[in-house]
């Protein structure tokens, strides 16, 4: 799998940006990035990735000011592994033709990782439903918590979004 270039975000610093920590305004800005998070924005201004006004920061305490523009570049994004269905317990609490409520065991871990690429929660949810269902957990609780999910299915019955209760 080839990684797949993404181009460069530039931000206008607003109102509500100005004072603000950099890697607090390109979280605000950047909500439609699942992969935006304050450890990796972080990592992005250390390595050098964000200029404000053409000048390259690396510290992630600098302040941006009203009509600051902050150019992000944006890692290759890593196309995703697919989630292999597989059949293993799960306990159920309830589904009907909407919903679908499981409790996670302790010990189970939510998502796929090198160290356990089977027997996680979405690898056997995905073999309960009749097509692709989403990729990703809303929450993601340690492996040795208990935790009930609830798996919405759309009006189609084709996809399922997941929320941690």
Not at 31 to 47: F, G, S
Not at 68 to 80: G, K, N, Q, T
Not at 107 to 131: C, D, K, Y
Request: with cysteine; proline share 8%.
């Amino acid at each position: 799998m080839t990684a797949v270039p993404l181009p460069p975000r530039v931000l206008v610093a607003d109102r509500g940006d100005a004072g603000r920590r950099v890697d607090l305004v390109i979280r605000r800005h950047l909500t439609d990035l699942a992969n935006a998070t304050r450890t990796r924005v972080q990592a992005w201004i250390e390595d050098g990735r964000v200029t404000i006004n053409g000048r390259v920061v690396r510290r992630v305490s600098v302040r941006a000011a009203l009509g600051d523009s902050v150019v992000v570049l944006l890692p290759d994004e890593e196309p995703r592994e697919p989630v292999i269905p597989e059949s293993g317990p799960l306990e159920q609490l309830y589904e009907d033709d909407y919903v679908l409520v499981v409790n996670k065991p302790a010990g189970m871990v939510s998502h796929p990782t090198f160290l356990h690429p089977r027997g996680s929660l979405l690898n056997i949810s995905e073999s309960r439903s009749p097509s692709s269902i989403a990729r990703e957990l809303q929450q993601r609780p340690e492996r040795r918590c208990v935790a009930t999910y609830l798996l919405t299915w759309n009006s189609r019955r084709g996809n399922m979004s997941r929320q941690r209760m």
